[in-house]
């Protein structure tokens, strides 16, 4: 069939080359009878030589596809078989196999796999600048940091959905054993950039280090401050836009607010701790964006606000440590009664071509609560921390150096902070999908400057990644 159409348009081809050569409208007028007949001469010589060439292509092809033909019909292979004295090769008929194909279940035009895989080495004083020595202190390791899938959609109807779930080692875990566990599990409806709506499982809007994704972090772990008062992954529902998307389509990444309500009481919990809900909000400002010093360049500014009433055994440092140990260390802060807590905190991320300077101040107010006659427990408290970090490219989009100053105030006993300083170098084998990191960490204790009874005051620790996204 193939073959008779290319036939067939060949001939057209040819008749076109002889009409546009025996008629041609301005050359009838100028040129005598002879000069049009030894053109028309010239035309059908050319065309007898361009009809050889094509049954040659013709004969070509008719050869090709008989051969592909008695080939493809005999789907056989080669078996090696034992008749008992000797081994005789046979020719074995083969099922052809069918194309594997993944298709959506449901009606989403766009479905998406992905993931990601992070791999550490810690040695020296591990996790010291997070408040883990001395009661807590972890030993050296290779850590399974974080092994996350997850799966992506849209549908016509303006709505996009994310489930994702990590095969991380905790250290929360018991019998040092791994855990699977929802991280992102939510539904998003987009038909209003002004006013999406989201319901489910993720990061509730407060912090700008704790909602950058961690593939994208400039040191391999997030500051102590930023894991102590952040609320990290809640249940609830969020309204979220950006307002001037339609009103002034230049400027439409000038602000993004962000307001939510949750059970506040952590991440992949069936119930609340009580009918009290966390209420979260977000203010994002871009007031530049655009060329200095010929580079380019942005100021993003944010600022933050929560406040929760929580009940006994809720935890209220959801992904790092608060609560002050005897001897100066650091565990997570499970309240002993009930609470009310209000935090803030402001951001500010400026970029200059290769260069990054990022910093957030945090400030939290933690009061307990008499419930029926039941005390809190504990006394009233204000936790608040900070970090500065920089970061430059010494080899464009390849090599970056990092350097970030830390501190945390639990303020729950005089001279209790803890603050690091962190050196690094991030080589992007292919950006943020393959990427090596090396951290250096020296941390101090003003809690054991103060009392050296309890043991050392300042500690080291080295942290190397490996990082893989699919």
């Known amino acids: 069939m193939c073959i008779d159409t290319f036939i067939s348009r060949a001939a057209c081809i040819s008749l076109a080359i002889v009409m546009m050569a025996a008629f041609q409208p301005g050359a009838a007028q100028a040129a005598s009878e002879s000069e049009r007949l030894e053109k028309l001469e010239k035309a059908v010589e050319q065309l007898q030589k361009r009809n050889l060439e094509l049954e040659q292509e013709v004969h070509r092809l008719k050869s090709s596809t008989a051969s592909t033909s008695s080939t493809g019909g005999d789907r056989t292979k080669t078996k090696v078989a034992s008749d008992g004295k000797t081994y005789v090769e046979k020719n074995v008929a083969t099922e052809e196999k069918k194309p594997v194909f993944v298709v959506p279940a449901g009606p989403e035009f766009r479905l998406t796999l992905g993931g990601y895989i992070q791999v550490n080495f810690e040695d020296g004083d591990v996790s010291a600048f997070e408040g883990r020595f001395g009661l807590t202190a972890l030993k050296d390791r290779f850590r399974l940091r974080r092994a996350r899938i997850n799966l992506t959609g849209d549908f016509a109807e303006q ?34 950039p002004e006013a999406n709506i989201k319901a489910g499982q993720w ?12 593939p994208t972090l400039l040191t391999i772990e997030r500051s102590l401050p930023t894991g102590a008062i952040t609320p990290e992954r809640q249940i609830g529902v969020q ?19 962000y307001a939510g309500i949750f059970n506040g009481n952590g991440r992949n919990t069936t119930v609340n701790d009580n009918n009290n809900f966390m209420y979260v909000g977000r203010l994002e400002l871009l007031p530049f964006k655009g060329k200095l010093f010929g580079q380019s360049s942005s100021l993003k500014l944010g600022a933050d606000i929560l406040n929760s009433r929580d009940d006994a055994g809720t935890n209220i440092s959801q992904s790092l440590n608060l609560l002050v140990n005897a001897d100066g260390s650091l565990s997570p802060f499970t309240l002993p009664g009930a609470d009310e807590r209000t935090a803030w905190s402001v951001d500010a991320w ?8 990022i910093g957030e101040y945090f ?17 009233d408290f204000e936790p608040s921390g900070w970090y500065v970090l920089g970061g430059y490219y010494l080899i464009p989009k390849k090599l970056q150096a990092v350097v970030k100053w830390e501190a945390l105030n639990p303020g729950q006993f005089g001279n209790d902070g803890i603050h690091s300083i962190t050196g690094g170098l991030n080589y992007y084998i292919h950006g943020d999908s393959i990427k090596v990191m090396a951290n250096y960490v020296h941390t101090w204790s003003d809690f054991r400057e103060a009392r050296p009874q309890f ?5 080291d620790e080295v942290i190397m990644r490996l990082q893989l996204m699919f």
Request: no cysteine; charged share 25%; aromatic share 14%.
């Open 159 to 192: 709505f996009d959905f994310k489930v994702e779930g990590d095969f991380e080692n905790s250290d929360g875990i018991s019998s040092n054993r791994t855990d699977f566990s929802g991280t992102d599990i939510f539904i998003n409806w987009h038909a209003i």
């Open 203 to 214: 990061k509730a809007p407060f912090g700008l280090e704790q909602l950058m994704p961690d």
């Open 239 to 257: 309204i979220w836009g950006k307002p001037f998307t339609n009103l002034w389509p230049q400027q439409k990444d000038l602000l993004t607010y």
């Open 350 to 357: 400026l970029n200059i071509g290769p260069f990054d300077l």
């Open 363 to 379: 400030q939290e107010d933690v009061d307990g609560r008499t419930v029926n006659g039941v005390a809190p427990g504990f006394s």
């Open 455 to 459: 043991g050392d005051d300042q500690f």
